[in-house]
């Protein structure tokens, strides 16, 4: 059974950092996509980050590029989001999501596992 457990929101103010956990298991995370996605109250879920499985290779959402870094560490089976310079835009619970296959995607859809979500308050 494949699990997703994410970790790591709370409250900064804006311009803090914040670095998000997301614990597999029930699947090896080398070979696989993991991506973060996050959902503002009254919105859609929208893509922020993914690495891809196999060479590590990573891609962001616009918004976030430069502020943002998506990494992982087999050993511990767990993929991370650093967030710094964090602006109240920022706000929303943030997902975890596991593809069973290398190559990512941006839509949701495509994505065959989630975590429960953390949530990221960021205050002006």
């Known amino acids: 059974q494949v699990q997703l457990v994410e970790s790591g929101g709370g409250s900064v103010q804006a311009g803090g950092s914040l670095r998000l956990s997301c614990a597999v298991s029930?699947?090896?995370?080398?070979?696989?996509?993991l991506a973060w996605f996050r959902q503002a109250p009254g919105r859609g879920r929208e893509w922020v980050a993914s690495?891809?499985?196999?060479?590590?290779?990573?891609a962001y959402a616009d918004s976030v590029k430069g502020r943002f870094t998506v990494s992982r560490d087999n050993a511990k089976n767990t993929v991370y989001l650093q967030m710094n310079s964090l602006k109240p835009e920022d706000t929303a619970v943030y997902y975890c999501?596991?593809?069973?296959?290398?190559?990512?995607?941006?839509?949701?859809?495509?994505?065959?596992?989630w975590g429960q979500g953390t949530q990221v308050t960021v205050s002006s």
């Open positions: 029930g699947v090896s995370i080398s070979n696989n996509c």
């Open positions: 999501a596991a593809r069973m296959w290398r190559f990512c995607s941006r839509l949701k859809n495509d994505y065959d596992y």
């Open positions: 690495i891809y499985g196999g060479p590590t290779s990573t």
